[in-house]
T-cell receptor, first 110, second 115 residues
Framework: RKEVEQDPGPFNVPEGATVAFNCTYSNSASQSFFWYRQDCRKEPKLLMSVYSSGNEDGRFTAQLNRASQYISLLIRDSKLSDSATYLCVVNNRAAYKYIFGTGTRLKVLA | GAVVSQHPSRVICKSGTSVKIECRSLDFQATTMFWYRQFPKQSLMLMATSNEGSKATYEQGVEKDKFLINHASLTLSTLTVTSAHPEDSSFYIC???????????FGPGTRLTVT
């Protein structure tokens, strides 16, 4: 079983739609969680950190469920520019390593 | 976010030659730098973690004699792919972190093609 698992997609949604991605992790010692965005042939860029109480940044909302060991990302009012691969990243601070999911591909259609 | 640069952005080399990739943190001191490799349609795979002034820690399956890492200062780490082979062709990405922040900032990546 992979340490971090994501549905690879692609998720094809129309502009303006709301879309949600889930990610599960296997290491209960994981302490920090992030969503990164990666465009084709580019480096990952930090989208948002995920906090225990959940957090929101504009159209993006991230949630963490430690009991079930999953994190989620909700995108409201999708834009064409949201088309990218979204990477779930989990960090075990003691080991100081980032573990990446394989990414979920999103295509927002006009 | 913090700025991390990588050089070169793209390199083509012949089989058997060595290639050096530089990673620089431009606006903060990176106590730790990470080197990743990404094959097409796959996720980033951590190759090694490098702390300034000490030897790099390599992930299982990554040959330390083939992928030489040097982290001589708080702003510079280098990865040298020695005796490159076509199967080493990949997208190599570095990231830099300050331990206090726990966030990693990625360089733009280097696309290596070995012919």
């Amino acid at each position: 079983r992979k340490e971090v698992e994501q549905d690879p997609g692609p998720f094809n949604v129309p502009e303006g739609a709301t879309v949600a991605f889930n990610c599960t992790y296997s290491n209960s010692a994981s302490q920090s969680f992030f969503w990164y965005r990666q465009d084709c042939r580019k480096e990952p860029k930090l989208l948002m950190s995920v906090y225990s109480s959940g957090n929101e940044d504009g159209r993006f909302t991230a949630q963490l469920n430690r009991a079930s060991q999953y994190i989620s990302l909700l995108i409201r009012d999708s834009k064409l520019s949201d088309s990218a691969t979204y990477l779930c990243v989990v960090n075990n601070r003691a080991a100081y390593k980032y573990i990446f999911g394989t990414g979920t591909r999103l295509k927002v259609l006009a | 976010g913090a700025v991390v640069s990588q050089h070169p952005s793209r390199v083509i080399c012949k089989s058997g030659t060595s290639v050096k990739i530089e990673c620089r943190s431009l606006d903060f001191q990176a106590t730790t730098m990470f080197w990743y490799r990404q094959f097409p349609k796959q996720s980033l795979m951590l190759m090694a973690t490098s702390n300034e002034g000490s030897k790099a820690t390599y992930e299982q399956g990554v040959e330390k004699d083939k992928f030489l890492i040097n982290h001589a200062s708080l702003t510079l780490s280098t990865l040298t792919v020695t005796s490159a082979h076509p199967e080493d062709s990949s997208f190599y990405i570095c990231s830099a972190s300050n331990r206090d922040r726990y966030e990693q900032y990625f360089g733009p990546g280097t696309r290596l093609t070995v012919t």
